[in-house]
């Protein structure tokens, strides 16, 4: 008999086979416990010893004994006619092609090189890479996200607090040159998730996770940290770290540089330079408690949050006055509640508090990123755009994967004409952050300006998937349903949408105006909005109701139309006036803006200086942005208004008549100041027959959905 046949004859394939794969699927039930339960990170470590150990012991007692009717017996004593190696023949050959299957696809694969192909994502699974661009593989180069580490204290109350130990390591890294670190938004997006390491590798794009666990209990605390390749699931490196809880930001420290000598002995090379540790952190444990959960409520961008958020800061600044981030995230929260959606506050009123904070911040770390890029945010915000250019840029500098400081200097890109810049800002922002609403809002507009609608739409419909029923994400789908001109379609998604938001002001605003738009005024004749009540009345040519509402709202621009329209050239004169008095008093350079209608209004009151800066600064936006085609269709009408006011009527009738050709309309263009100065041109009134044959179109769109 050979030695196969008595192997066979002895059950010790069939044995090895089965323990090979219990022994497999424990290692996996391992893995997960140490992760779930905070175990010590040696534990599947010391499973698999006992398993190597086992392997041998459970091969001797294969060949020593068999399993009969009778029971147990030594194989010497079992006649070879008796034994149940006969029966059970096709069973070792199934188990040996079980092997050899489990070799080719478990095993081997773990030990070749990656060919730099893509995983094929499971089905449903929502792809993040760029719109138009195949699925990237994530090993494509140095890339690592840092996913929220689980709060595992007793009463489970330590939630922000494991939040901020993951982004404080997360803020380390992202200052290695080299590494791409996926933001926070996007990692934190993944908390609570049934998504696998490797689903979430797909999704961010990224070829390393980091995942990790924290336990406070009294002084004391337990920070565990696993590095994982998120193509194979392999675990490259862990650590339990067990501190006195004043130790804290050390014990960060010390994570981030273990990571960083672990992707460098894995695929950054002998020649990576660890970043430097910037020590422009807090040091006390209830400054930085503050500071986590004002980032915290900053986040949610509520006018609530928001006010708390500043609260919790300047409790972080009143423990700790050298902590320079809480200043400078005071200033932001302050600058947030400028934005219309938040709170509407005045410029003047939020500078009262933003620029001491500003100051104190750039005083104690004055090449910190945070602080360099919320300084130049509130630059640009102010109109100074080189200024903020310069602090952005030293931002990025620092931090190469601060993803809203890309976002925020790509405005300024866009402001100085540079659209290529812009666009690689905002992709390169996007790809750092695939789940932040803010990135993806500018990436759309970016998107919809170049009029590559079919990639703008790839986002929202991303963004839908990953934020279901979001408010937010509810504005994108509409702005890009408005720029491409479907006000049909427009109404209908907002008048859905007040069924899920009920009673929100800003969707009934906007329905209202898409009803003027599409030729339906008497419908919204009762409006509450003074904007509304002002549309429906030029709609109508009711010149009194106009000005009904005028004299119940201080509005200087609209004064400025109405005079215009309907007034003298004194009552203009004066409105002009005014107007530029209120701009000047928030610190708005209003002559480097385009805006041809105020440029018409004050060329006829005789400010030819102002007129003409007006037209110098459209000239260097129209020009650069039809050359780059970095123009939308929303915005195409006022470049037919600039053309106008250049004196070149024929091409002004060329492109007006090019717009509307793409199905473009707008129920009050009549009543546009500027092109009423071609209503003597031979083709003007068939160009307006075509608009309202285009709002026509649209009205029936809407009718037919409601």
């Known amino acids: 008999m ?5 192997l066979k004859r002895r059950h010790v394939i069939r044995v090895s086979g089965v323990y090979a794969i219990v022994g497999w699927l424990l290692l996996q039930v391992a893995g997960s416990l140490e992760s779930a339960m905070a175990l010590p990170d040696w534990f599947d470590g010391f499973v698999l010893a006992a398993l190597l150990i086992g392997f041998p012991l459970a091969a001797i007692l294969a060949w020593a004994f068999e399993l009969t009717p009778e029971g147990v017996k030594r194989t010497a004593e079992v006649d070879p006619e008796e034994s149940t190696t006969a029966r059970t023949g096709v069973l070792d050959k199934l188990l040996i092609v079980a092997l050899l299957l489990f070799t080719a696809v478990i095993v081997v694969p773990r030990f070749l090189p990656d060919n730099g192909e893509p995983t094929t994502s499971s089905e449903g699974s929502i792809a993040t890479s760029m719109p138009g661009e195949g699925e990237v593989s994530a090993s494509a180069d140095p890339s690592i996200a840092v996913l929220a580490f689980d709060d595992m204290s007793p009463e489970g109350t330590e939630e922000y607090f494991a939040d901020g130990v993951a982004e404080e390591i997360l803020n380390l890294l992202a200052k290695t040159e080299g590494l791409k670190v996926a933001a926070r938004t996007s990692s934190f997006a993944f908390k609570g998730s049934s998504d696998s390491i490797g689903e979430i590798g797909r999704k961010l794009q990224v070829a390393h996770v980091l995942e990790g666990s924290v336990r406070r209990a009294g002084d004391t605390i337990r920070v565990t940290a696993q590095l994982i390749d998120s193509n194979s699931g392999y675990h490259l490196w862990s650590e339990t770290y067990d501190r006195k809880l004043e130790n804290i930001f050390s014990i960060q420290d010390e994570i981030a540089a273990n990571i960083q000598a672990a992707l460098k002995s894995t695929i950054l090379g002998d020649e990576f330079q660890p970043a430097a540790i910037q020590r422009h952190r807090s040091h006390n444990i209830d400054a930085y408690n503050a500071y986590l959960m004002g980032k915290e409520l900053l986040a949610r961008r509520t006018p609530e949050d928001v006010r708390g958020a500043i609260e919790q800061f300047e409790r972080a600044i009143a423990i700790e006055p050298e902590f320079a981030l809480s200043y400078a995230w005071a200033a932001r929260a302050w600058m947030l509640l400028e934005d219309p959606a938040v709170e509407n506050l005045d410029k003047a009123t939020a500078d009262v508090e933003v620029l001491p904070l500003l100051d104190a911040a750039n005083a ?15 630059q640009r915000m102010r109109f100074r755009f080189e200024q903020a250019l310069q602090s952005l840029n030293r931002a990025i500098a620092l931090n190469p994967n601060f993803a809203e400081a890309f976002v925020w200097r790509a405005g300024s890109y866009e402001r100085k004409g540079d659209y290529q810049a812009m666009l690689a800002d905002r992709e390169r922002a996007y790809r750092l952050d695939p789940v932040s609403i803010e990135t993806a809002r500018s990436l759309v507009w970016a998107y919809g300006n170049y009029q590559r609608y079919d990639d703008a739409e790839a986002i929202v419909a991303t963004m839908e998937a990953l934020h279901p029923g979001h408010r937010p994400v509810l504005g994108m789908r509409l702005s890009l349903l408005y720029v491409q001109g479907r006000i049909g379609d427009y109404a209908s998604v907002v008048e859905n949408a007040l069924n899920r938001f009920e009673g929100d002001e800003e969707l009934e605003e906007s329905r209202e105006f898409a009803l003027v738009q599409l030729g339906l005024p008497e419908r919204v004749a009762e409006s509450k909005y003074p904007g509304v009540q002002r549309a429906v009345a030029i709609a109508e040519g009711d010149a009194a109701r106009e000005r009904e509402v005028l004299d119940t709202v201080a509005s200087t621009d609209w004064e400025m139309h109405w005079q215009y329209r309907h007034g003298t050239l004194d009552g203009l004169a004066a409105a002009v ?28 009151v005789g400010k030819t200086e102002s007129f003409d800066s007006i037209m110098k600064q459209c000239r260097q936006e129209y020009e650069p942005g039809i050359a780059a085609g970095y123009l939308c269709d929303c915005r195409w009408l006022n470049l037919v208004q600039y053309t106008v006011l250049t004196g070149d009527f024929d091409s002004a009738i060329e492109r007006l008549e090019e717009w509307l050709d793409k199905g473009f309309s707008n129920n009050l263009l009549e009543s546009n100041e500027v092109l009423s100065l071609l209503s003597e041109y031979p083709d003007y009134e068939k160009l307006m027959k075509k608009n309202q044959e285009n709002v026509a179109r649209q009205r029936e769109i809407y009718l037919t959905q409601g």
Do not use: M
């Open 577 to 604: 006036e005014k107007y530029i008095a209120g701009l000047e008093q928030e610190g708005r350079p209003w002559a480097e803006s385009c805006d041809t209608t105020h440029a018409l209004f004050f060329r006829e």
């Open 2 to 6: 050979s030695f196969f046949s008595e």
């Open 364 to 378: 104690l770390a004055p090449d910190n990123a945070e602080v360099l890029a919320i300084t130049g945010l509130h």
